[in-house]
């Protein structure tokens, strides 16, 4: 679909690929004999949960904004983990959860009493560090050296508290059933003598099961092997992007081309830093429909020979924040842009929704969903109403 003529900027969510994930991930779950939820931190848009309720019955929660919406919009209790818990909020999200995972023994110590006298039964567990992880990024390691997340093996004791039922263990992002497979063996490693101990145990999330190159297969084989190995342990994984992988773009529109010491800016209504924090922060290259990116950071001519021999306008392609570095990278396309042309970012629903900003008071985009019936049903605009209330 082309989205010409759709109000710009907008997140555009694709319910036809939202259910293809959704059916794969419950493939998977039931041919594994596990548990798949979904994780908030990647995908948290309220109104699309009567989909995926058709498909998982949780969700998990890293604070107490999360395990409320899991309680009271998605319908289930939470798988709760967060680094640290605080005296203000330990009990409004043991409230909304049915498990409770600590990152330290401190925590523990600290709160797990108070776990114990709630009104319903949550399930405890500590979150594990096995000390290695393939993630290259040290952004989003979370078991690079210092790291704060987790307990490594030497500091557990070798007879865990009566009531921890779990281990959580999460050290992947966007990875596949290989690095599962590689990272299994040292959970195994150093953690397998407490199993016995445990009735339950969560693997995280970066499972990007539905990418079309990830080893379905293997994955399921792995998990299999595991609960064979472990009879005892119900498993437990919770991804985020794999639930949105490629299930929609973020529609934008050419505002301005501006152009100094021969470089060319096409300036778009919405904004990298705002819109697309992953962009600056990671920096992860988004892919622009109908173009290409160029890893060159000159501006060179249009017969230059490095260049695509299809595409050969180059632009660097900028937001409309005030902030200096608000673009990125160069891009090459068949034409000449115009102004009001329409720029699809491919892939902008997992983790890039949930971390917008509106910084500088810039417009934020709406959000839609293209039914089955190719009908675009716009979920929520955005007004000034919504940047004043941020300042309170």
């Known amino acids: 679909?082309?989205?010409?003529?759709?109000?710009?900027?907008?997140?555009?969510?694709?319910?036809?690929?939202?259910?293809?994930?959704?059916?794969?991930?419950?493939?998977?779950?039931?041919?594994?004999?596990?548990?798949?939820?979904?994780?908030?931190?990647?995908?948290?848009?309220?109104?699309?949960?009567?989909?995926?309720?058709?498909?998982?019955?949780?969700?998990?929660?890293?604070?107490?904004?999360?395990?409320?919406?899991?309680?009271?919009?998605?319908?289930?209790?939470?798988?709760?983990?967060?680094?640290?818990?605080?005296?203000?909020?330990?009990?409004?999200?043991?409230?909304?959860?049915?498990?409770?995972?600590?990152?330290?023994?401190?925590?523990?110590?600290?709160?797990?009493?108070?776990?114990?006298?709630?009104?319903?039964?949550?399930?405890?567990?500590?979150?594990?560090?096995?000390?290695?992880?393939?993630?290259?990024?040290?952004?989003?390691?979370?078991?690079?050296?210092?790291?704060?997340?987790?307990?490594?093996?030497?500091?557990?004791?070798?007879?865990?508290?009566?009531?921890?039922?779990?281990?959580?263990?999460?050290?992947?992002?966007?990875?596949?059933?290989?690095?599962?497979?590689?990272?299994?063996?040292?959970?195994?490693?150093?953690?397998?003598?407490?199993?016995?101990?445990?009735?339950?145990?969560?693997?995280?999330?970066?499972?990007?099961?539905?990418?079309?190159?990830?080893n379905v297969a293997l994955l399921v084989r792995l998990l299999k092997d595991f609960k064979r190995r472990h009879p005892n342990l119900r498993v437990i994984l919770e991804p985020g992007s794999a639930f949105a992988w490629q299930t929609g773009p973020l529609v934008a529109k050419v505002e301005d081309i501006v152009e100094d010491k021969g470089i060319r800016t096409a300036i778009l209504n919405v904004s990298f830093t705002c819109h697309m924090p992953d962009c600056l922060e990671m920096p992860y290259m988004p892919e622009v429909r109908g173009s290409q990116h160029q890893s060159t950071t000159h501006h060179p001519p249009p017969t230059t020979h490095h260049l695509s021999p299809i595409t050969h306008h180059l632009y660097r392609l900028g937001g409309n924040s005030c902030l200096s570095g608000d673009f990125m990278g160069n891009w090459t396309f068949d034409h000449e842009l115009e102004i009001g042309e329409t720029i699809i970012f491919e892939d902008m629903i997992h983790y890039t929704t949930v971390k917008t900003t509106m910084f500088n008071g810039i417009s934020h985009p709406s959000i839609g969903i293209l039914r089955l019936d190719n009908t675009l049903e716009i979920l929520r605009k955005f007004g000034y109403e919504d940047y004043r209330d941020r300042m309170d």
């Open 1 to 214: 679909m082309t989205y010409e003529g759709v109000p710009t900027p907008i997140y555009i969510i694709e319910e036809k690929r939202m259910r293809e994930n959704l059916e794969l991930i419950r493939g998977v779950a039931r041919e594994a004999d596990v548990e798949i939820i979904l994780a908030f931190k990647a995908f948290a848009l309220w109104r699309t949960f009567p989909i995926f309720r058709e498909y998982i019955s949780s969700t998990t929660a890293s604070s107490l904004a999360e395990a409320r919406l899991a309680a009271e919009e998605f319908g289930s209790l939470a798988h709760t983990y967060s680094p640290c818990y605080t005296d203000e909020e330990i009990d409004e999200i043991i409230r909304c959860s049915s498990h409770l995972t600590f990152n330290s023994l401190t925590q523990y110590e600290r709160f797990h009493e108070r776990v114990g006298q709630a009104d319903h039964r949550v399930s405890m567990g500590i979150r594990i560090n096995p000390e290695y992880s393939e993630i290259a990024t040290d952004l989003y390691n979370p078991c690079a050296p210092g790291t704060r997340f987790g307990i490594t093996a030497d500091k557990l004791p070798e007879q865990l508290p009566a009531d921890i039922d779990g281990f959580h263990c999460h050290c992947h992002c966007e990875s596949s059933a290989e690095e599962f497979e590689r990272t299994l063996s040292h959970i195994e490693e150093k953690f397998s003598r407490w199993f016995p101990q445990l009735k339950w145990i969560n693997f995280g999330g970066g499972h990007l099961m539905t990418r079309k190159d990830y």
